[in-house]
């Protein structure tokens, strides 16, 4: 007969051939896998990812030459053992802005807080923790208040010094103790952001005054952070910005509306400005150190337990902002600065009239012609603050509505075409390596936005609430998710589970109820989690709204409404009072293979010592939850409708082992009660 192929171990790494999302998967990076010694394998058997992960490629008939097998002959020694199953690299995370973190001061903060919701992750067997963007939010303007968007801020690249911790502060040096407002949570579920800015910022000045005292232990290490190239090149012109936006004279203005000098940046103009603001500049950059170290300290900290931070780039920038006003020639603006077209989207099924953003629009022509230093910028500094970064509304990049600057409408406007794989090429060569991204992919998608997707290696996004109405095609259905995914029962866009199911039509409901089997409508919101953890996508993301089981009164953001948004918080003893949650999530983790690596062997050890019995009810296998008692209905033997063999109700330790722990597919998968 002939011999069975060689089978080494090593790392895959392969030009991009097109996947099919039936036939591939993506691994963790840097996993050891089986290949074969082989001829090249087919189209079906391989996937393009970003450079540094693996690429799973060996199968069956690699494996095996099947179609030269003599029949009757001997198989090799060893014929019987089944291999274990590579790490898939399926994982969980949980969308929670900083802001919306237990604090004493109105608003969470990146201090200790931040760190107690991190062990808390751990504890949830968590992956993953998704912030917005963490710049200074839009303030306030006249008749509206309460704007406070992460997404409208003044520069891309700055941090919101709202989010710094006045107690680590104090364990700075900083601040005394007795510097510290009495604690103030009169409405602990919700930020004001009045009282924040009224009670911090005072305090954060006083703290950036310290540090620039000539004796004081951190100067020497923020002279160094201001003075490295990549910082210098946002901060200054941030600082320069923020400080004339702060001036008497300029307060309110829009900067296309300064003086001509300062408008247009003249040097003689730039140079006097800095003069006279030294010392409100030095306190801004003070203040961006002081964001930075905190941050850098929680994301290490983050990191150390195996989390991995998430952040946000929304793709256009503000144009009352120092990225347009230092890059001008990067906008298409006119030569007074406004604006000579502008973002949007067009009509669509969720609006008639489409949706007016305003943002300048790029000109891709001129970036191309930098080689796109300014998105270089931009990411790099991304890369310092996250792990991975979801780029909003990506689609721009492959193809982008563009209104005139003056239409007060988004009806008006034309499709143009992005920079594409342009953009991504530059940045790795830049970058001197992958740019791991995730691609907000949601609305009208072409075929080109998808094929941009797929070359660069980035996964989509699909939410299950957008799944309910559009037939049994509905791309946002679990049966036609795709592996390389992100899942999100909702976004920070979208109502809570609940918020959304009380407001459904009952077409949706009954497609809901039919689907997932529920019965009892108080647990929609975990009957919807189980949905995007038993996905076949590798990543599944959850509001922490949806953990707790809120309405829609806690919704984060209602796109298009200007007011009422970004103000949800946990409330103070949330963290504290959550096993129950803690326990379920485990449960989910455990069962749908998103368990991290440094605790499989946990698994592996509970898998061994245990059996789990399960039932069939109408075709669907239902089981216990594998860890703690937190299930509500932990399986406890056949259901009146199960088979009466007891070997068709038990599923054996042995059986987990062969599959690494994981549950079967299909019929014979196992599912956590409730």
């Known amino acids: 007969m002939n011999a069975m192929p060689t089978v080494v171990a090593q790392r895959c790494t392969l030009s991009a051939i097109a996947p099919t999302r039936a036939t591939t998967k993506r691994v963790l990076k840097g996993a050891l896998l089986p290949r074969v010694k082989c001829p090249a ?3 079906r058997h391989v996937m393009r990812t970003k450079r540094s992960q693996t690429i799973v490629m060996a199968t069956p008939a690699d494996v095996w030459d099947i179609k030269n097998m003599e029949i009757d002959g001997d198989l090799p020694a060893g014929y019987e053992d089944i291999p274990n199953r590579p790490l898939s690299g399926r994982r969980a995370g949980i969308v929670l802005h900083p802001t919306s973190l237990p604090g004493n001061y109105g608003c969470g903060e990146i201090g200790p807080e931040a760190f107690k919701f991190i062990d808390w992750l751990d504890e949830a067997r968590m992956q993953i923790w998704q912030v917005l963007p963490l710049v200074p939010p839009g303030r306030p303007i006249p008749g509206r208040e309460a704007y406070w968007s992460p997404y409208s801020g003044e520069d891309a690249n700055a941090g919101n010094t709202l989010l710094i911790s006045l107690e680590s502060l104090v364990e700075m040096g900083l601040l005394e103790a007795s510097d510290l407002p009495e604690p103030c949570n009169t409405n602990p579920d919700t930020t004001d952001w009045q009282y924040v800015t009224a009670v911090k910022e005072p305090l954060l000045y006083k703290a950036a005054e310290k540090l620039l005292e000539g004796g004081c232990p951190l100067k ?8 490295d190239e990549h910082v210098a090149a946002w901060l200054e012109p941030a600082a320069l910005f923020a400080t004339l936006c702060a001036r008497a004279d300029l307060h309110g203005k829009n900067w296309w509306e300064w003086p001509a000098d300062l408008r247009d940046m003249e040097p003689a103009a730039v140079a006097e400005a800095r003069k006279q603001s030294k010392v409100e500049i030095e306190k801004y950059e003070a203040l961006q150190f002081l964001f930075n170290k905190q941050w850098s300290a929680v994301k290490a900290y983050a990191n150390e337990k195996g989390i991995q931070l998430l952040g946000d780039m929304p793709i256009y920038v503000g144009g009352q902002s120092a990225d347009v006003w230092a890059n001008r020639d990067l906008f298409t603006l006119k030569s007074d600065g406004s604006a000579t077209a502008v973002a949007g989207v067009p009509p669509d099924a969720f609006s008639d ?5 305003g943002n300048p629009l790029y000109d891709w022509q001129a970036h191309e012609a930098e080689n796109f230093a300014w998105w270089t910028r931009r990411m790099r500094r991304s890369l310092d603050l996250y792990d991975e970064t979801r780029i909003d509304h990506f689609r721009g990049l492959a193809g982008y509505w563009a209104v005139p600057g003056t239409s007060t409408s988004a009806k008006v406007g034309s499709w143009k075409v992005g920079p594409g794989v342009k953009l991504f090429e530059a940045l790795e060569k ?6 791991p991204i995730i691609a907000e992919d949601l609305g009208v998608i072409t075929p080109d936005v998808n094929a941009l997707r797929e070359e660069i290696g980035a996964p989509g996004m699909l939410v299950l609430q957008f799944a309910w109405e559009g ?5 946002h259905l679990p049966h036609n998710h795709y592996v390389q995914s992100i899942v999100y029962p909702g976004t920070h866009d979208n109502d809570t589970t609940v918020g959304w199911y009380e407001a459904a039509n009952n077409d949706a409901k009954k497609h809901f109820r039919q689907y997932t089997g529920m019965t009892d409508e108080s ?13 076949v996508s590798q990543t599944c993301i959850i509001c922490m709204q949806d953990v707790l089981s809120l309405d829609g009164s806690a919704r984060f953001n209602s796109p298009g409404v200007a007011d009422g948004n970004w103000k949800w918080r946990m409330g103070p003893k949330t963290l504290g009072e959550m096993d129950e949650e803690t326990g379920k999530l485990r449960g989910l983790v455990r069962i749908f293979d998103r368990m991290p690596v440094k605790y499989r062997d946990d698994v592996n050890e509970r898998v061994v010592r245990k059996q789990v019995t399960i039932s069939r009810d109408d075709g669907v296998w239902r089981g216990g939850d594998l860890e703690s008692s937190s ?7 056949p259901s009146p409708r199960a088979p009466q063999n007891e070997a068709a109700g038990t599923l054996r330790c042995k059986q987990h082992e062969l599959y690494g722990g994981r549950e079967l597919q299909g019929r014979e998968r196992c599912a956590a009660g409730g």
């Open 471 to 475: 037939g049994a095609t509905n791309v």
């Open 41 to 43: 394998p087919s189209r």
């Open 353 to 357: 009239d489409g949706q007016l953003w």
């Open 220 to 227: 020497a290490e923020y002279q160094a952070w201001v003075a």
């Open 523 to 535: 647990e929609v919101s975990w009957f919807m989690m189980r949905l995007g953890m038993q996905s």
């Open 631 to 637: 299930s509500r209905r932990a399986a406890t033997g």
């Open 430 to 435: 830049n970058l001197g390596g992958e740019v």
